[in-house]
C-alpha cells in the first residue's frame, strides 16, 4: 500500500510537458488554430487551463437609468412640523467599481457639506452585493428616480 502511494506521487510531482500560447483577436469570439497542430497522446489525460486573460474593452455599468443616490442628512429644523432634507447625487455616465461609486458620493456628500462618513459603502464578495453603513441621524432612499439601487445589490 505504502508503495503504491509513494509511485503516485512519483507520478504527479514528476516534471510534465508544458505549452503555452499567445491568442490575440479584434473581436468578441475568440478562435485559434495552433501551426503546427497539437499532437496528443491519446493514452493521457491532459488539462488546459486559462492563466489569464487581458481585454481593453470596457463597458458602462452607470447610465442615466441607474446613476442617482439619494440620501438625507437630517431634519430641516424650523417650522412647527420636521421635514427631512433629501440630496440628490447624480454619478456620471462610465466604468465603476464599488469603491469608485462609494468615493464619488463621499466627495458630493462633503461637497454639501454633509458629515461624508456617514455612509460607508462596502463590498461583500460571497454574495456580490453591497454592504451600506449608515450612521446616526442619515438615512438613504432607494426609490428615487433612476436609483443606483440596482448596481449596488438591493
Known amino acids: 500500500m505504502e508503495n503504491e502511494i509513494l509511485k503516485k506521487m512519483e507520478k504527479n510531482t514528476s516534471l510534465k510537458t508544458s ?17 503546427p497542430p497539437l499532437e496528443l497522446d491519446h493514452t493521457r489525460k491532459y488539462e488546459m487551463d486559462l492563466v489569464n486573460l487581458e481585454t481593453y474593452y470596457s463597458f458602462t455599468n452607470l447610465s442615466d437609468e441607474n446613476n442617482v443616490s439619494r440620501y438625507s442628512p437630517g431634519f430641516i429644523e424650523g417650522g412647527s412640523k420636521q421635514q427631512r432634507q433629501w440630496v440628490e447625487v447624480q454619478i456620471s455616465e ?5 469603491i469608485d461609486i462609494a468615493e ?5 456628500m462633503k461637497r454639501n457639506g454633509h458629515n461624508d462618513d456617514a455612509v460607508k459603502i462596502s463590498a461583500n464578495t460571497n454574495t456580490l452585493k453591497s454592504i451600506m453603513e449608515i450612521q446616526g441621524d442619515f438615512q438613504v432612499d432607494f426609490r428615487a428616480r433612476n436609483s443606483i439601487s440596482s448596481v449596488l445589490g438591493f
Not at 500560447?21 to 501551426?35: D, G, L, P, W
Not at 462610465?94 to 464599488?98: A, F, I, N, V
Not at 464619488?104 to 458630493?108: E, F, G, L, P, V
Open 94 to 98: 462610465g466604468s465603476y467599481d464599488l
Open 19 to 35: 505549452t503555452q500560447s499567445v491568442v490575440s483577436e479584434n473581436s468578441t469570439k475568440i478562435k485559434t488554430t495552433f501551426n
Open 104 to 108: 464619488t458620493i463621499k466627495i458630493a
